[in-house]
């Protein structure tokens, strides 16, 4: 599968296959998209054990790349259904850069997409993708970042923060 290379304005500037890009550390367009059910828990994944890299820790809804000629929003709905098995309403709350190295010689070096969407129905989960998960409080999450950080994707860590500011800089309900 190829991905979209861009630069740091997410200007695309070129494609090339999935892993060529994790191997030489390029800057290329993704998504991730957190899931919250009506009492405001965050939907939680452990990405199954057969992941090329990240395998077994525990991460957001989902998150892959759009691909060439793909709309970001289209591409977070389909991998959501992909992988969750199920579709809601998401809405874009920002995006951030990040580059992470991993063991395996592999580096995620991502423009990242942030997607947001409520969910309380059936999830399906895809088991050659997801190998659990669950909804925990924000708090909770935050909790557990900070005493088994090791637990979670490299991605999560750096976008939950920010996750939690957008929540915080929503206006209270009345």
Known sequence: MDVILVDEKDHPVGRMEKIEVHQKALLHRAFSVFIFNDKGEMLLQ???????????LWTN??????????????????RLQEEMGFSTSLEKVFDFIYNAPFDN?????EFDHVFIGIY????????????DFCFKPVE??????????????AWFKIAFPKIEAYIASLDPAP
Do not use: F, W
């Open 120 to 131: 309380a129905g059936k999830i399906i989960p895809n088991p050659d993708e997801v190998a």
């Open 105 to 109: 010689g592999l580096t995620e070096y």
């Open 140 to 153: 909770d999450i935050k909790n557990s970042l900070q005493s088994h950080s090791g637990k979670y994707t």
């Open 46 to 56: 452990k990405r199954a054990a057969n992941k090329y890299h990240s395998a077994g």
């Open 61 to 78: 809804a989902c998150c892959s790349h759009p691909q060439p000629g793909m709309d970001t929003l289209e591409a977070a709905d389909k």
